[in-house]
């Protein structure tokens, strides 16, 4: 009798070792996944940020410059240069808007990933 009820402990045991090391196979794929997500999400802002910053607000800057000299010079009217100026101000809430999507991403890549970016960067050991 004792041995069955031993031997009973022991499958009970095993079993539920395997549970839970399922369980730990599953909850490892989901963060990964998770962090693949927020990696592509994060990445894809800093993109999106980096091009309204490189591309698109360098050229309104230089379109409305271009708008106003014309305007003093009389080639434009003032309707064009508010217009220029319009089209720049677009484009730096843009910006704006594009920063704040990638701070907002990275927030959830490192939640997703549990460390500061900067550790993930550096192969620092997590606390």
């Given at each position: 009798?004792?041995?069955?009820?031993?031997?009973?402990?022991?499958a009970?045991?095993q079993?539920?070792?395997?549970?839970?090391?399922?369980?730990?196979?599953?909850?490892?794929?989901?963060?990964?996944?998770?962090?693949?997500?927020a990696?592509?999400?994060?990445?894809?802002?800093?993109?999106?940020?980096?091009?309204?910053?490189?591309?698109?607000?360098?050229?309104?800057?230089?379109?409305?410059?271009?708008?106003?000299?014309?305007?003093?010079?009389?080639?434009?009217?003032?309707?064009?240069?508010?217009?220029?100026?319009?089209?720049?101000?677009?484009?730096?809430?843009?910006?704006?808007?594009?920063?704040?999507?990638?701070?907002?991403?990275?927030?959830?890549?490192?939640?997703?990933?549990?460390?500061?970016?900067?550790?993930?960067?550096?192969?620092?050991?997590?606390?």
């Amino acid at each position: 009798l004792f041995w069955q009820h031993t031997k009973g402990d022991f499958a009970e045991t095993q079993h539920r070792e395997l549970e839970l090391a399922a369980t730990l196979r599953d909850t490892r794929a989901a963060v990964g996944q998770d962090v693949r997500s927020a990696w592509a999400t994060a990445d894809a802002a800093e993109r999106q940020a980096v091009f309204i910053r490189d591309q698109l607000l360098p050229s309104a800057r230089e379109g409305y410059r271009a708008a106003a000299g014309a305007y003093a010079a009389g080639g434009l009217s003032a309707l064009d240069v508010i217009d220029a100026r319009r089209s720049l101000l677009d484009a730096e809430s843009q910006y704006a808007d594009a920063l704040a999507a990638a701070n907002s991403a990275r927030s959830d890549l490192e939640r997703a990933a549990g460390v500061p970016l900067t550790s993930i960067a550096s192969g620092a050991p997590r606390e």
